[in-house]
């Protein structure tokens, strides 16, 4: 059910980057998610800017969060405390299904590179104050804690090598190994880590503004200062650009890797468009 077809083109940020449009070849739609009229997950084209709306939840506080899978073939997301857990659905909305519970509030989902795990933040118990790292198999079975420390921890990102996730606990980055070993502080004063598609840097945010750094946590410098304090980033598939969620009501907004050509993707500022992932084109 096609709900907007308003035209975000990239024009100047492809013709900038001297890639024209499509952004790239492994490059598909963004998904994200929208408050509040109406809360729900969407997937918009970045060439076209055409809408569809994947999933509507009940409760408009719903945390949504989706995520591609790597082979660009299902979104994770979070449906609402109306069926608590983690879902899974097709990117046209088709074939929904739960593979995870969760203990309490499960949020941020991540697929694991072979696409057989899926790691998340969520409390250790209904009721709890802080939240944890856990990793689920996507047929449901093999619930693990990550992590059991007293700091608040979330938005977890699992690299695209497989060999280690990154994720917020307090308020810096941190980083393990998938099996929870080798738990250390990767990048100071930072939130929000993404793994660029050759896992060789680490996108973050810092006060508001989008930074990246090396993978070992090293040469952090900042890539833009915009309007607007941002609450995530995201890489594109073929590394050439970010996406930018901000904490606020807003657009998401699109840029090189390099911080130049700073454009919206979606054209409803007066709402809350957040938590963008970026699809890689299945077959590529």
Request: aromatic share 8%; hydrophobic share 35%.
């Amino acid at each position: 059910m096609l709900v907007c077809a308003s035209i975000a083109t990239l024009a100047g940020v492809g013709a900038a980057a001297g890639g024209g449009l499509p952004p790239g070849s492994r490059d598909g739609l963004v998904v994200f998610a929208r408050c509040c009229t109406p809360t729900g997950i969407y997937t918009i084209s970045p060439t076209d800017g055409t809408e569809r709306l994947l999933y509507k939840p009940k409760y408009d506080d719903t945390p949504l969060t989706p995520s591609w899978s790597p082979n660009g073939r299902s979104i994770a997301y979070i449906a609402g405390p109306q069926a608590p857990g983690i879902w899974v659905m097709s990117p046209t909305g088709s074939r929904k299904h739960r593979i995870a519970r969760g203990s309490g509030d499960p949020n941020s989902p991540t697929w694991s590179a072979t696409g057989t795990k899926i790691a998340f933040a969520d409390l250790a118990r209904p009721g709890a104050k802080t939240y944890d790292i856990w990793v689920v198999r996507t047929n449901g079975s093999g619930l693990t804690r990550l992590t059991h420390t007293a700091a608040n921890e979330g938005e977890p990102k699992w690299a695209p090598n497989d060999k280690s996730i990154v994720y917020q606990r307090g308020r810096d980055v941190w980083q393990m190994r998938p099996d929870g070993t080798h738990q250390h502080r990767l990048i100071a004063d930072a939130s929000a880590p993404d793994w660029s598609p050759g896992a060789t840097h680490v996108a973050f945010i810092r006060q508001g503004n989008p930074w990246v750094a090396n993978a070992d946590g090293s040469g952090a410098r900042q890539l833009a200062d915009t309007p607007e304090q941002d609450a995530s980033v995201t890489w594109s598939p073929d590394g050439r650009y970010l996406l930018l969620g901000q904490a606020d009501r807003g657009d998401i907004q699109v840029m090189q890797s390099s911080g130049a050509s700073l454009q919206p993707l979606t054209q409803q500022p007066d709402l809350f468009n957040s938590w963008p992932d970026w699809q890689r084109k299945p077959g590529t």
